[in-house]
């Protein structure tokens, strides 16, 4: 009788909370965040406290996941429309009486000072997927109008700040739901190559639409001065080219095997700016070289198939929407950070996921990465 009505051990009891977590996900995020504590450790070696920073974003990063991956799709489904709401009033917010800070207006302060912006990285594929679920089985082209008003907004709002990197993160994960939808082929194509064209046209005209008294009527004049100088850094290697050149080099010089822990020496005799947070790829790609580069891509690479995973075998169209614009946003993050390192992209303030120093990128991706495990979780109690 003892051991019928014996207490189940702590062990037992929190076995429950764990059932269920997707394997595969877990150790290509623990491997990406050994790579970057180990990356941060030696890029921010005279940063004061940046190396337990870092450590303690990681740490509330994962808390966030665990807590987030508890809850149910349906849950993340009711949120939908309210955070959403809130993020695009808050957005208004910063627009009428937001804090200035080096030229741009992105912070507000409701008892503590943050960025509204960083709510949309969420609240938008939340929203689009909320708003394709609820017309299932019956989309039209109104539908596909409708949700292009409902992205449009809030990164107009961002864009308008102006935060680029930002805009272009919450445009990118609006348009991977939209895609995943069911967006005709049609519509598509006609875009890519009409940006295609613009591309060429722009790379062809380089000298004569980067002269100073030409103004460009789309973009502000630092955005024109960042894609001239993605075209040709050497033309200012000590003002607006410096960034993009110092990458090249560190990278370069890293060759095959890096230079070694500790002794990049563009890294510790601080060429690279900004080489805990946007650039920190130069800085491992000095001291690690290609052998550590595709270790890195080795981790983002399969964290990102196995999300793709997770979103085809969702078992709801919210669920697999929710979880393919998180995945393919991970591989936007990597993406335009890498390239705007390495020259091939316009230098804008992107981080590199779980590399890069910064609280709230850190903590949101936690988030984007526990709602991908809630999927998944509740994939595996579907199939059971």
Known sequence: MSAVFSKPSWLQRL??????????????????????????????????TRFVDHLRNGALALVVLFVVSQVPPQRLMQVAVPLYTVGVVLLVAVALFGITKKGSTRWIRLGVEFQPSEILKIAMPLMLAWWFQKREGQLRLPDFVAAFVLLTVPVGLIAKQPDLGTSLLVLAAGLYVIFFAGLSWKLIVPALLLGAAGITTLVMSEDHICQPEVKWVVLKEYQKDRVCTLLDPTKDPLGKGFHIIQGEIAIGSGGVTGKGFMKGTQTHLEFIPERTTDFIFAAYGEEFGLVGALGLLLGFTALILRGLVIAHEAPTLFSRLLAGAITLSFFTYVFVNMGMVTGILPVVGVPLPFISYGGTAMVTLGLALGMLMSIARSRGATQR
């Open 15 to 48: 076995k429950p909370w764990f059932a269920g977590f997707d394997v595969p996900l877990l150790l290509a995020l623990f491997w990406i965040m050994g790579l970057g504590l180990m990356c941060m450790y030696s890029a921010g070696f005279d940063h004061g």
